[in-house]
């Protein structure tokens, strides 16, 4: 037998509901707050990752899939959203002339780390991206929206963690004293960071490493190095959450495991993940459409992983949605009356069903309870001379005779 590579997953239909019901309700979200969808492609040139993510990160210098295509041209499945948005954003000429655009998106991703409960290789995200806008109200908006989902699922406890990294201008300072107190703590520091206290020394506050995330309690914090400029920005985002009653938490080290970060940064996470504790992250990052070559717009986002979101809630009663309605004939002219009728129907939005096969009520009714209709029409000799047909609520057990050219009225009233 061929089994499936590590790392990935087949969905079957029984988690379809809960997957559906997830994705529906950020979509229904993203729509309230009026973003647009984006789909974007599964693979980029690997430049838009190296040059969006930071070649310094884990995500670029160790996760990713990359190969060549049969040009020589070095391709890479996307490792998450972000980079490939910007890349379109930026190269799209229309979109990016707009004042503010927001977008959302959802689709696989791909990253080549070390399988293990809510961490994949092929995983699925969903996320929103505003452009155009540096605007504290929308890191405000951003949080608010993954807060919302969040809720709609049904996740009941989590915790926003959020921070400033700053701006080009005061987080050069901030590395300075970083790289003064990890220098005298080098002999700790893991090969990757060693390397990294020079190039990117940020990225040693979000190492995993033991030793390494040891040290990370007495170094700076950025928060004492913030130009007024971002300060004041990070001080608006909060007073924007507090009226909006979004509580959350400060983490000062909270850097986020990407370089594109600007100012705010923040992440959702639970202690129902075991070691995988965030479900959504994001933030700003004001030069990334410049550094794609677009003209200089800021912009901020996040993204929500389903597979993580679908086991904190793996517990949770589903709504479930069946057939609005099963139909049951005799065969003959009652068949086809029911197919006249439920063609009539599915045209008009309806979901409907039937067996055409002739069989007993019983079989036609258990069948019913299996698609889980919300009503069984019966269609027998009586009801096809009445010009009428019986009509149950599966749910209630409650019955009526309602005339043909009434069914649709009747169902949706
Ligand atoms: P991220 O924090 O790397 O951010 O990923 C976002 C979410 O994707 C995580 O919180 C997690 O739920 C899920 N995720 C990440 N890696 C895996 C994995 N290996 N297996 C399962 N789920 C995973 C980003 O991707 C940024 N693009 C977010 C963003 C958008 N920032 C600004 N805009």
């Not at 963690?161 to 201008?169: A, D, K, T």
């Not at 096809?384 to 409650?398: H, I, M, P, R």
């Amino acid at each position: 037998m061929i089994s499936k590579p590590p790392g990935v997953e087949d969905i079957f239909p029984d988690r379809i509901d809960r997957w559906n019901f997830v994705l529906n309700s950020a979509i229904d979200t993203f729509r309230r707050y009026n973003y647009r969808e984006l789909i974007v492609p599964v693979m980029e040139f690997t430049e838009v990752f190296a040059r969006g993510i930071g070649t310094d990160t884990d995500i670029v210098s160790k996760e990713m899939f990359t190969f060549e295509d049969r040009g020589g041209r070095s391709l890479t499945l996307r490792p998450e959203g972000t980079a490939g948005v910007v890349r379109a954003y930026a190269e799209n000429g229309e979109y990016n002339r707009l004042s503010v655009c927001k977008f959302f998106y959802n689709g696989p991703m791909f990253r080549a780390e070390k399988p293990q409960k809510g961490r994949l290789r092929q995983f699925n995200q969903f996320g929103a991206e505003i452009f155009g806008s540096d605007d504290p109200y929308y890191d405000y908006e951003i949080i608010s929206v993954v807060d919302e989902i969040s809720k709609a699922v049904g996740i009941d406890s989590y915790t926003i963690l959020i921070n400033s990294i700053g701006c080009r201008e005061c987080r050069g300072s901030y590395m300075e004293k970083l790289r003064e107190y990890y220098r005298s703590k080098e002999d700790k520091l893991c090969p990757d960071c060693k390397r990294r206290l020079e190039t990117n020394p940020l990225r040693l506050l979000d190492c995993k490493n033991e030793s390494c995330a040891a040290l990370k309690s007495s170094a700076p914090v950025i928060k004492d190095h913030l130009c007024r400029e971002c300060s004041d920005h990070f001080m608006k985002v909060k007073q924007y959450l507090d009226i909006s009653e979004v509580q959350y938490t400060e983490d000062p080290y909270l850097v986020r495991g990407l370089d594109y970060y600007t100012k705010t940064t923040f992440e959702f996470v639970t202690d129902k993940l075991g070691g995988q504790n965030a479900f959504a992250g994001g933030g700003r990052y004001d030069y990334l459409v410049e550094q794609f070559g677009g003209k200089p717009t800021p912009g901020v986002g996040f993204a929500a992983g389903m597979e993580r979101i679908n086991l904190i809630i793996e517990e949770n009663p589903i709504p479930e949605k069946g057939t609005d309605l099963f139909m049951i004939h005799t065969g003959g002219d009652t068949f086809l009356k029911s197919l006249e009728i439920l063609h009539e129907l599915r045209k008009n939005g309806l979901s409907v069903d039937i067996d055409p096969g002739v069989k007993g009520f019983k079989a036609q009714f258990k069948r019913a309870d299996r698609e889980k209709a919300t009503f069984v029409a019966i269609i027998g000799e009586d009801e096809l001379a009445s010009g009428s047909a019986s009509v149950k609520n599966q749910k209630t057990g409650e019955q009526e005779k309602v005339p043909f050219d009434n069914i649709y009225n009747f169902l949706t009233k």
